[in-house]
């Protein structure tokens, strides 16, 4: 009995080292560069083999990608400026993603508890669903003009129904034996929505969370294509017609390392708020 007893205090203390943290991580790290490493190495030696002629080489895009950071070497329009841009779309990606958010989960828990909002409402939003941001491009440039309004409004619509039909499904998948549960211990009306049904349904949401902000930096190219004169949709946009694909793929790489680093942050806050779900790391 001691023995074992010593032998589950030595594997606790391994655990608890910072070292013995350190490999696992490093592992994952080593295996998440794979397949970007792989496609790097492939794309060069497809330029370097003359397989295609307008693809920029890595080492070409990468020494562009350090001017448009900082400028100092090519010194055109877009040197240094990667910082505005990248700021103006941060600023209506996250502005028209927090307001889906605000609309779409409220919204979602109640068509989720309430029969009749459901019947009232679910029938309308799945006929909207289906309509792709793109086909409201025209219409938000009639409702909003060129600008930054139409681009806002369509990142809201881009992000607003992930994150409503994932709010739903979680409220109607709790099981009934929670509520079950929970009036037998006195909780009920209002206190099991508190209690029972927002924590149950939370996986859900911030899944749709995610699925939502993800969409909203894929939306926002399409956004920024209403005469907007900044933003990395503008940029890409700028690069199309400049026939310069080293600044469209710069772009497109600001935004996948701005999309990968905000979905980080919202697994964190997920990790964080449902450490009591078995199945809640992202």
């Keep these: 009995m001691s023995a074992s007893v010593a032998a589950e205090g030595s594997a606790g ?13 490093l592992k994952a790290v080593l295996l998440a560069l794979v397949v970007p490493l792989a496609l790097l ?9 003359g397989m295609t002629r307008l693809i920029p080489s890595p080492a070409d895009v990468a020494e562009y990608m350090v001017d448009f950071a900082v400028g100092g070497i090519w010194d055109d329009a877009f040197s240094a400026t990667l910082h505005i841009h990248l700021f103006a779309s941060m600023t209506r990606v996250y ?13 979602g828990l109640l068509i989720g508890r309430n029969e009749k909002v459901r019947a009232l409402l679910d029938p309308f939003l799945q006929l909207m ?8 491009l025209p219409l938000s440039m009639i409702l909003f003009g060129l600008g930054p309004r139409s681009a806002f409004f369509l990142v809201f619509l881009g992000a607003f129904y992930p994150i409503l039909l994932n709010t739903v499904f979680g409220v109607r998948s709790v099981e009934k034996r929670l509520f079950e549960a929970a009036s037998m211990l006195g909780c009920s009306g209002t206190a099991q929505f ?38 990395l949709g503008a940029v890409i946009m700028d690069g199309r017609t400049l026939s310069r694909t080293e600044l469209v793929i710069c772009g497109m790489i600001v935004i996948g390392i701005a999309g990968f680093i905000s979905d980080r942050i919202i697994v964190a ?10 199945s809640h790391h992202g």
């Design 95 to 107: 502005g028209g993603f927090a307001l889906a958010a605000l609309v779409a989960v409220p919204l």
């Design 129 to 136: 669903r289906p309509i792709p941001v793109t086909a409201w």
């Design 13 to 25: 203390e391994k655990k608890s080292r910072p070292g013995g943290m350190v490999w696992p991580r």
């Design 269 to 278: 806050i997920m990790n964080r708020l449902l450490r009591w779900s078995p």
């Design 194 to 231: 508190f209690r029972v049904v927002l924590p149950a349904s939370l996986p859900s949401i911030f899944t749709g969370l995610r699925l939502g902000l993800g969409l909203a930096w894929f939306v926002i190219v399409v956004g920024e294509m209403t005469g907007v004169p900044q933003g």
């Design 41 to 49: 190495l492939g794309w060069h030696l497809a330029v370097k083999a």
